[in-house]
């Protein structure tokens, strides 16, 4: 059970639906301490700090109602781990379960979303406004894009947000820790903020607290904890799109006149005001970030629409600060949220399995990559067609650059990565290296793509960048 | 035939549009194996528990 407990808090912290069932010792032995196997103090109270809710079916009768609690809250609240445990003796015990007793497939309930038409008037009254999109806006693509050309509003994009909105003139994919994304906020005279928990790892990764004010924050959550965790001048709680396209409708009944495409004059601002920003924020990334966004372009427009997952390496912390993906939820890491390392690896294999017609690009670093490698077996197994690319900068480079900037002489910071080529041969994995050169890296891509095509979609492959 | 809890539950994933579960046997959970062979549900096995939780990560990410 603990070896699970990293994933669930990084499910927790991204909102990500996840049931974890496990066993736990017999009833009996509970909390005893006699040293029975796997025993720990008391399992389920450990798993109720990470999990959403943690459950013990402590007799044949509670399986049905702990999973119909499971999957309801899966649908009607927000996601997270939900965690179930069974005592070995309970497992085995008779138990008929009557399919018609399994409660959430009948449910007919609609969502309740609240009144919008306060919210419609401040936005209808508001000169300035920007939206701030979260992973909880990732499913509202259609209706965000309408509700941003109809106000002229720019919309910056968190982690889990990006590949909303792709090359729209609106869109604002780079990070609100950057200064440019923050003034664009400050001057606003309202703020729409979607499905985001304004967390730090997006809104603050240099933790300079110079965060801006939001002014007539308008707050759009399905979690009512999440949402009285900060000041908003009004907050809406339930299922984004249906509040969008609510205040869509407001918006419109308020003022019936307004002809769909907004006045040309506000529209060209709100261009403007994108356009200036994304350039100001590309400006201030260095010289090597800005590389790195070069070759997650690179990847993006070889495979369009597939599917990005990082690990915490320079190349995502660079796309965390600044980068447009093409298609919505199909940009994820572990850089920003909780930080496990060693996520990519078997996330992407997940990934993969779920949507086998699209190509899955792994990314991690040779640091990240040797918390999880050993995963890269099941996609061997499970005939997985993933390009796995590594960044080898051989060690903990971001960290150390960091021990340097504050003056602390670098210790630990250098594991020395296994020889990848190897590591893929031992997999029974093509292999292609190259450097971090752009030209050359395209070439290795189109050849990785050929390959790839070439076993029919059935063997995953490793790119090794070395830095 | 009466079934265990542990093939009741097989049955209620598998009644509820599950598809791939993703696990590490063990003499812990072997119960809960029971049935799972019979089922349509497929079964990845990882390699260490932090991978199972995170393939079910990419999994719910790009599902659901």
Redesign the interface.
């Known amino acids: 059970m603990t070896?699970?407990l990293?994933?669930?808090a990084?499910?927790r912290a991204?909102s990500?639906?996840?049931l974890?069932?496990?066993?736990?010792?017999e009833r009996s032995s509970l909390g005893l301490g006699l040293g029975h196997?796997?025993e720990l103090p008391n399992q389920q109270a450990l798993c109720t700090q990470v999990a959403v809710t943690s459950t013990q079916?402590s007799r044949?009768d509670e399986?049905?109602p702990a999973?119909n609690q499971a999957?309801d809250d899966f649908s009607s609240k927000r996601?997270g781990p939900v965690h179930i445990e069974?005592p070995?003796d309970?497992?085995?015990?008779?138990?008929?379960?009557v399919?018609d007793a399994?409660s959430?497939?009948k449910s007919t309930a609609q969502s309740v979303i609240p009144s919008t038409d306060t919210a419609a008037q401040q936005l209808a009254e508001g000169n300035n406004i920007v939206i701030l999109a979260g992973g909880g806006a990732r499913h509202t693509e259609a209706v965000l894009t309408q509700l941003a050309e109809y106000l002229s509003a720019p919309v910056v994009q968190t982690s889990n947000a990006r590949g909303l909105m792709h090359q729209h003139p609106l869109c604002v994919p780079a990070s609100p820790s950057l200064k440019a994304v923050r003034q664009l906020i400050a001057d606003a005279d309202c703020v729409l903020a979607v499905g985001t928990e304004l967390g730090s790892t997006d809104y603050d990764m240099y933790r300079d607290k110079a965060f801006p004010t939001l002014n007539g924050l308008i707050r759009i959550d399905i979690c009512p904890q999440q949402l009285a965790r900060h000041q908003a001048d009004i907050c809406l709680q339930g299922d984004a799109k249906l509040i969008l396209e609510s205040l869509q409708q407001e918006l419109q009944a308020l003022s019936p006149e307004k002809p769909k495409q907004p006045e040309s004059l506000k529209s060209e601002r709100g261009h403007q005001r994108a356009a200036q920003t994304r350039t100001a924020a590309l400006d201030e990334l260095s010289e090597d970030y800005q590389q790195h966004i070069r070759l997650l372009n690179l990847i993006r427009d070889t495979f369009p629409s597939s599917?990005l997952?990082g690990d915490s390496t320079q190349l995502i912390y660079a796309g965390s600060m600044y980068y447009d993906h093409d298609c919505a939820?199909?940009w994820?890491h572990a850089a920003t949220g909780y930080g496990?390392l060693?996520?990519s690896?078997?996330?992407?294999?997940?990934?993969?399995?779920?949507?086998p017609e699209r190509q899955v690009i792994c990314i991690s670093g040779d640091g990240g990559a040797q918390f999880?490698f050993?995963?890269l077996?099941?996609a061997v197994?499970?005939k997985l067609p993933i390009i796995f690319i590594v960044w080898n900068n051989r060690g903990y480079l971001e960290i150390e650059n960091s021990m340097v900037e504050v003056d602390i002489a670098a210790v630990g910071c250098d594991p020395i990565p296994p020889n990848f080529e190897y590591l893929a041969k031992a997999c029974s994995m093509p292999y292609l290296a190259c450097s971090a050169d752009v030209d050359e890296f395209a070439v290795t891509l189109e050849e990785g793509k050929k390959m790839i095509e070439g076993t029919a979609r059935t063997q995953p492959i490793m790119i090794e960048i070395s830095v | 035939m009466s079934t265990t809890v542990g093939e009741a539950l097989v049955k209620y994933l598998e009644s509820s549009d599950v598809e791939v579960i993703f696990g590490i046997p063990g003499v812990h959970t072997i119960e809960l194996y029971r049935g799972l062979s019979q089922s349509g549900i497929r079964h990845i096995t990882a390699r260490h528990e932090q991978g199972v939780g995170f393939m079910a990560d990419g999994y719910a990410r790009v599902s659901g």
Request: a negative charge.
């Open positions: 070896n699970i990293t994933p669930m990084q499910a991204d990500v639906p996840m974890v069932i496990s066993g736990v010792n196997l796997h079916v044949e399986l049905l999973l999957f996601p069974i070995t309970v497992m085995g015990l008779d138990y008929e379960l399919t399994i959430h497939k599917i997952v939820g199909s994820f496990a060693g996520y690896i078997p996330a992407a294999i997940g990934a993969a399995l779920a949507a999880s050993a995963e077996m099941t197994q499970e």
